[in-house]
């Protein structure tokens, strides 16, 4: 790789506004340099990529900078290790089980290489200039010398994704003979007529192998030379061709005996093989959730919080298959559908009170500040997820968990007892230290309020019995941060649900409603 002053290039220091976390947005203009003598000029250096790794890392980490945006969860664990293999220049295979970030992990590699690398233009290799590694590259160096031109490449053209398939070949991973080329006049024994595959032509680069058990034996094998001796061997060839590439891979540790294996000489091969898991801290799953998820309405940190309790617990329980593990993407995907609830209800009841509106009739401490009349209000702006939506989780996302063949016609019952704790322990730590003794009291045994997906946030507040601690409803907002109707409603449902669930009240469902009494 190489290296270089940027106050040499005024154009290289221009910066734009960019995400740290998207390692394909262009953050520094591309250098202007057009040829290997201009490149001589401007003082550029060279390195290897396992160099230009190790320093990257060693600067980010000396001056404070995280290598790693967007990770949560690993920060003493997994990525000290990643670290160290890094610095030791070792290839890197990721196991664990699904959805605890490993491709995540491994594309943030490309945050360590150089934002723009210059490149021999016109290669199939994209060749260090100052080191050429093909006979035709060579040959193009020494006629044209410092005229030799170069292009430039973003550190995101140089991380190359490979998903292990059954059907990948040679040919896709390293090469092959190219018949239009031998077509063309070339003889059979000349190197040209050489096809790359994905690794060889990843030089100066990052491959990324997911789920690399998958990937046939034979493939496997091809892959030996490739990370010990440096070189290719397609059809009788043997290039000797010194690749600077940095081979990095993903598995699930029950591949090994389900689906296919690591091969032990490949194995033997990768310098660092480490362990990933799912986030230890109920925090940082929360963080994954508010990351990833795109949400069509607005999630309360407190349901997050829930759903994020209810897949730990789903990985504790006896009843689901713990070897194949519950996915991140669970969660994600569970945010991502009670967003929809919401969104659909906001949508179906603001039509009903456009026409008819109802919740200007009083103006109680329960509701929502003044605001204009229901027909006027964005129906997406009212889209607020409260507890009632949670229940539409169990039956769309049942089969992206595996149970125990023993628990065979009960995957509801399960799911639905893990989403009841999850709220339970939610409703108790979140609302620990408020009485909530004047709520049950103003359920007299006659008296019963609905919620459902039907119900507006406002006709929910305006249901509320009034009690004789006129706070209780704005300390209950108040610890939960709810400002809007649609949050205010949210955290009264909370304290509701907390109350059913510790046997203060009952509730009786159906029909896409809930009624507390």
Known sequence: MTTFDESQDPAATTATAASAADLTTVTTAKPTSATLGELRAAGYGTRTLREELRDNLLAKLADGTDPWPGLHGFESTVLPQVERALIAGHDIVLLGERGQGKSRLLRALTGLLDEWSPAI???????????PVTGGARARAEREGDALPVVWR???ERFVEKLATPDTSVADV??????M?????????????IHFGLVPRAHRGIVAINELPDLAERIQVALLNVMEERDVQIRGYVLRLPLDVLVVASANPEDYTNRGRIITPLKDRFGAEIRTHYPLDLTDEVAVVRQEAHLTAEVPDHLIEILARFTRGLRESPAIDQSSGVSARFTIAAAETVAAAARHRATVTHRRLSVSPTAEASATSTERPAEESA???????????RPVDLVTILDVLRGKVEFEPGEEGRERDV???GLRVATAEAARERLAGIDLGPLVLAFDGDRTLVTGEHVSAREFLDELPELDDADLYDEIAGRLDAESAGERAAAIELALEGLYLSRKLSKVTGEGQAVYG
Not at 121 to 131: G, I
Not at 174 to 179: A, L, Q, T
Not at 375 to 385: F, R, W
């Open 174 to 179: 390293i090469g092959d003979v190219d018949p």
């Open 121 to 131: 233009a016109d290669t199939d290799l994209s060749e260090d200039p100052f080191h």
């Open 415 to 417: 799911l639905e007892y």
């Open 181 to 193: 080329r031998v077509a063309e006049g070339r003889s059979l024994g000349d190197p040209e007529t």
């Open 375 to 385: 027909g006027s209000v964005d129906p997406a702006a009212e889209a607020v997820a």
């Open 154 to 156: 973003h550190r995101a």
